[in-house]
């Protein structure tokens, strides 16, 4: 079972970020298209850190922003079903929202409070 939410990010220095896009001749990892000069673009992890994708050289790829958006969208609902599915696995369960009243009270759906209940 993969680490789900564990990899931590690192900071890359613009060199680091012309080399990926250098590496790959500037193509969007998403979308295929070449990136234009001024086109607003970021390194991208086509394997989510969340999703236990690791942050290395091999796993970034340089991206459009839109096309970014559209993947990280996809990319919460999986994260978030990972953490799930890993949480149900090791046996965590989620919290009810609802208390059990405790000796003498009893909840009252008229009021919406726990109210004490007369002798």
């Known amino acids: 079972m993969t680490d789900v939410g564990t990899t931590p ?4 220095s613009p060199m680091q970020r012309l080399q990926i896009f250098e590496k ?3 193509i969007c990892c998403l979308c295929d298209r070449k990136i234009q000069a001024g086109e607003k673009w970021i ?4 394997r989510a850190l969340g999703l236990g994708g690791a942050d ?5 790829r340089p991206a459009h922003e839109s ?3 559209v993947k990280d ?6 994260i978030a079903k990972a953490k799930r599915m890993k949480a149900r696995h090791l046996g965590i ?3 009810s929202g609802f208390r ?6 009893k909840y009252s759906w008229k009021s919406g409070r726990m109210e004490k209940v007369a002798p």
């Not at 390194?43 to 086509?46: G, L, S, W």
């Not at 290395?56 to 970034?60: H, I, P, R």
């Open 9 to 12: 990010r690192k900071a890359m």
């Open 24 to 26: 790959h001749n500037g």
């Open 43 to 46: 390194v991208e992890h086509p």
């Open 56 to 60: 290395t050289d091999e796993n970034k």
């Open 67 to 69: 096309c970014r958006r």
């Open 73 to 78: 969208k996809a990319d919460v609902t999986a």
């Open 93 to 95: 369960k989620k919290h």
């Open 100 to 105: 059990k009243p405790p000796p003498g009270y």
